[in-house]
């Protein structure tokens, strides 16, 4: 029996050898999971002194390299996480150009009195190219890499 997309049922979690319809060049071909290659599309943002960027907008719903650009002056700003609750299993990376100092700072921060690395309080960026990678168990947000 043929079904529209819209009317097959939903998935909760693929595994590694599940098949996909993938349409290439007007044909359909099938895929496994393992076979989708890992992928990143940057999403731009630019902070400045006493900004607040909340990741919970539905703008990043699907960031997950989150590419960090400093304006204006010195100062503090604000970047929230997406609730964890609401992000089960997600990854998010982060990283900042070249225009950052310890003189800004750009205050990564759970939401919701969630944690990040066991605590509440914020990760500071503030330092040009550094990065961070931060993983949700759907409880809280664990840091899994770092460099600085």
């Known amino acids: 029996m043929s079904k529209k997309i819209s009317q097959l049922n939903s998935i909760t979690t693929l595994q590694e050898d599940d098949l996909l319809a993938v349409v290439q060049s007007s044909e359909t071909k099938k895929a496994e999971v393992y076979q989708l290659e890992n992928y990143l599309i940057p999403t731009a943002i630019t902070m400045s002194a006493g900004s607040t960027v909340n ?3 539905s ?3 699907k960031s997950m390299l989150i590419r960090l650009t400093w304006s204006g002056a010195t100062g503090t700003s604000t970047l929230n996480l997406p609730s964890a609750a609401s992000n089960t299993n997600r990854l998010m990376r982060f990283i900042s150009n070249g225009g950052f ?3 800004t700072r750009v205050n990564l921060t ?12 914020a990760y500071v960026i503030n330092i040009e ?3 961070i ?3 949700s168990d759907g409880v809280e947000w664990f840091i899994i890499q770092k460099k600085a």
Do not use: A, F
């Open 101 to 103: 100092s310890v003189s």
């Open 59 to 61: 703008t990043y719903d």
């Open 55 to 57: 990741l919970s907008d």
């Open 129 to 131: 190219y550094e990065g």
């Open 133 to 135: 990678q931060v993983w």
């Open 110 to 121: 759970p939401i919701n009195s969630e944690k990040l690395d066991g605590s509440t309080d």
